[in-house]
T-cell receptor, first 116, second 112 residues
Framework: EPEVTQTPSHQVTQMGQEVILRCVPISNHLYFYWYRQILGQKVEFLVSFYNNEISEKSEIFDDQFSVERPDGSNFTLKIRSTKLEDSAMYFC??????????????FGDGTRLSIL | AQSVTQPDIHITVSEGASLELRCNYSYGATPYLFWYVQSPGQGLQLLLKYFSGDTLVQGIKGFEAEFKRSQSSFNLRKPSVHWSDAAEYFCAVGADTDKLIFGTGTRLQVFP
């Protein structure tokens, strides 16, 4: 069964450094998402992306964050200048359709980001 | 605003016992509802979904869930729990936009 893959599985970065988290969505999917889960808390939506542009973002997704689909397969999340509070598990997800459709979001295994 | 409540933070059951995990949502219309499972160190795996139609939906691993509009609930059930079902279970709602809104999760512990 096709799946969403994320790399790396664990990223350790010094505070203030830039970090890029990578995702390969399922190949025929058109909508892409990033979520994060701070340790012990619930999964929170960050951003959705369709047709090479952001379709929705949360208040968490401030100017330090950006997303990009640099080629036909990868979908990346960049944090420009990391803060301690960015430490979390970051999940990528994809779906065939977005919004009020009957296609669910499929999640990757996540990247654990640790900021020192 | 849409929201999801999972009132049980932690549930412990014996292997072979039945299971019900509670989920309540807040949304004005009929939402799209999901249950995901997260094993330790793993991602979120979709167990089942409700979009419309039959209010009792079947999922993978022997799970089922029932949508009850009058109670704004979407409880997850399994008649006989296996030790491998120990994990964190998340209820989520999809509403007007692309994003999913998750509950805080219920951690299931299974004793032999």
């Amino acid at each position: 069964e096709p799946e969403v893959t994320q790399t790396p599985s664990h990223q350790v970065t010094q505070m203030g450094q830039e970090v890029i988290l990578r995702c390969v969505p399922i190949s025929n999917h058109l909508y892409f998402y990033w979520y994060r889960q701070i340790l012990g808390q619930k999964v929170e939506f960050l951003v959705s992306f369709y047709n090479n542009e952001i379709s929705e973002k949360s208040e968490i997704f401030d100017d330090q964050f950006s997303v990009e689909r640099p080629d036909g397969s990868n979908f990346t999340l960049k944090i420009r200048s990391t803060k301690l509070e960015d430490s979390a598990m970051y999940f990528c997800a994809s779906s065939e359709n977005g919004g009020r459709s009957n296609q669910p979001q499929h999640f990757g295994d996540g990247t654990r980001l640790s900021i020192l | 605003a849409q929201s999801v409540t999972q009132p049980d933070i932690h549930i412990t059951v014996s292997e072979g016992a039945s299971l019900e995990l509670r989920c309540n949502y807040s949304y004005g219309a009929t939402p799209y509802l999901f249950w995901y499972v997260q094993s330790p160190g793993q991602g979120l795996q979709l167990l089942l979904k409700y979009f419309s139609g039959d209010t009792l939906v079947q999922g993978i691993k022997g799970f089922e869930a029932e949508f009850k509009r009058s109670q704004s609930s979407f409880n997850l059930r399994k008649p006989s729990v296996h030790w491998s079902d120990a994990a964190e279970y998340f209820c989520a709602v999809g509403a007007d936009t692309d994003k999913l809104i998750f509950g805080t999760g219920t951690r299931l512990q299974v004793f032999p």
